[in-house]
């Protein structure tokens, strides 16, 4: 029992499993969907381009038509073709850097949750710096957060800059992970680089950064439909310049930024996303960048955004598979359950849209962990139950290794003619270490033996996880020293 309670000696389901089996579309739907989305960029083009980056554009083979920029089909393959195909993402701990690229499936986070759901009156309350900071501690002990991008929004910090810092500041005090933030503007971006270097124990210079950039940078440069947005395009040359990576989303939704067929949306949303990757490589040639086309849907009854069921579950795992289909490292999105609770239909949602787009082999799979309420919400138990739901999938995709050992022909034999049974065999225990995740959270108790231990459901057992966790989990990843010089700096108001 004492052997059976220290932790396997090898992770049976580690992230970084291979994905790529469930291929929703056909070879012939994936390219129908690319020459229609090649059509509308040649044909139609984008609107509202800023002028630098019309500039640019022009310069590198696009043409002008009236207001709108068109982009060749040979101009759009031709930026494909140098684009980045792969990278590393670093931690600030290099044994957290993940390789992003290929079929290789990492589940981590993303959202704005502007609401917590609060563990102690399992209700919804306005989302804080503090909370950030929660979070950001509690995911670093999460195996399957494979980096962190902020989840909630601290809407108690009503000034943009003192957000954006403080929100930077909560993500390196608390995780050495690979990291992600959005900037409001772009003006931003250099002071927060400077905090970064001084937490790295620099003075400042971007040089040390650029080795090992570990935050990335979500961003939404095209609008739906077909427009760029002059802001976040200011704010992708500002990330670039300090070489830090970027997610270029895409986040139209069906039926009111793009069409209600699941066919024309993608075709629509696939070139959008490639608008994104043609501005960031026309300025440098094979940046590193997520080709992060996330579709969205919303119910037609009602307008709203709808964050589980199965067509977001289908879209996004097709969409992955048309991003690994043209050889783009590719960022989807998963677990937007629409349940406010912790109940049937928060595990429903999360399981078939988080399976789907790890076996179409996503990338780099946003909204993954710990999000509810349709991303309005953020929850410290989901992080629990979505860490393990994460296992189980890491499980699937890892598959069935086939070989004369695991085969067993000897040890059946054996069996059959002398025990009679498997049970305590070096086999079957070499098997239980390698072979079989146990959960920690998910109840395999008889009824009896459940309801001895005070009949706790998913929820209760999670919350009791995550609060032993954070009463017990303080990590300080920022030195006395510059923590010091960047409280004197920076308008840092999460408490000491």
């Known amino acids: 029992m004492a052997l059976r309670n220290l932790p396997p000696a090898e992770n049976p389901c580690p992230p970084g499993q291979l994905g790529g089996r469930y291929k929703p579309l056909s070879q012939s739907e994936i390219e129908a969907i690319y020459a229609t989305a090649l059509r509308l960029l040649s044909e139609l083009g984008m609107g509202e381009v800023p002028e630098v980056l019309e500039k640019q554009l022009l310069k590198c083979g696009a043409t002008k038509a009236g207001e709108r920029i068109l982009f ?15 990278f590393t993402f670093h931690g600030r701990d290099p044994g957290r850097s993940i390789f992003v690229g290929g079929d290789r499936v990492h589940f981590g986070t993303g959202g704005a949750a502007v609401q917590t759901l609060d563990m102690d009156s399992a209700s919804y309350r306005p989302s804080t710096l503090q909370d950030l900071y929660d979070f950001t501690r509690l995911q670093d002990t999460l195996t399957n957060v494979s980096w962190f991008t902020r989840c909630c929004v601290a809407t108690d910090l009503p000034d943009i800059l003192d957000l954006d810092v ?14 992600a933030t959005s900037f409001t503007v772009a003006e931003h971006v250099d002071p927060i680089m400077r905090m970064i270097s001084i937490a790295m124990g620099g003075n400042g210079g971007p040089e040390q950064f650029s080795k090992t950039p570990f935050l990335k940078a979500h961003i939404s440069p095209v609008i739906s439909p077909m427009r760029y947005g002059e802001d976040a395009v200011e704010v992708t040359l500002a990330c670039m310049k300090h070489g830090m990576p970027i997610s270029c989303i895409t986040a139209a939704q069906s039926g009111a930024t793009a069409p209600a067929t699941l066919a024309g949306f993608l075709a629509q949303s696939l070139a959008e996303t490639l608008a994104s990757l043609i501005m960031v490589n ?15 849907v919303v119910d037609l009854r009602t307008g709203s955004f709808v964050g589980g069921g199965g067509e977001i579950s289908v879209m996004n795992a097709a969409s992955a598979q048309i991003s690994n ?22 595990g429903v949602e999360k399981g078939i849209s988080a399976l789907a787009a790890g076996l179409s082999g996503g990338n780099l799979i946003y909204e993954s962990s710990g999000m509810t309420a349709s991303l ?10 979505d860490d393990e739901m994460h296992s189980l999938i890491y499980r699937t995709l890892r598959g069935i290794e086939v070989n004369e050992d695991t085969l067993g022909f000897d040890v059946i034999c054996d069996s059959v003619l002398k025990e009679g049974h498997f049970l305590g065999g070096g086999h079957t225990i070499a098997a239980m270490e390698r072979d079989y995740f146990y959960p920690k959270v ?3 108790d008889p009824p009896v033996t459940w309801e001895e231990n005070g009949q706790k459901d998913a929820w209760m057992r999670a919350k ?18 510059a923590e010091k010089r960047i409280r004197s700096e920076f308008n840092i108001l999460l408490p000491h």
């Open 72 to 86: 060749p089909r040979e101009m759009v393959e031709k930026i494909i073709g140098v684009a980045a195909k792969e």
């Open 282 to 296: 026309v300025f440098q040639p094979g940046y590193p960048m997520v080709f992060s086309n996330w579709p969205l």
């Open 166 to 179: 403080n929100t930077v500041f909560a993500l390196l005090k608390g995780t050495t992970k690979p990291v």
């Open 325 to 346: 289909w043209l050889n783009l490292p590719s960022g989807v999105a998963s677990s937007m359950t629409d349940a406010k609770a912790i109940d049937a239909q928060y």
């Open 442 to 444: 998910a109840d395999r």
């Open 464 to 481: 009791e996880i995550a609060k032993n966790t954070l009463e017990s989990h303080h990590p300080n990843y920022i030195s006395t020293e």
């Open 376 to 385: 309005l919400g953020a929850s410290f138990e989901a992080f629990v139950l």
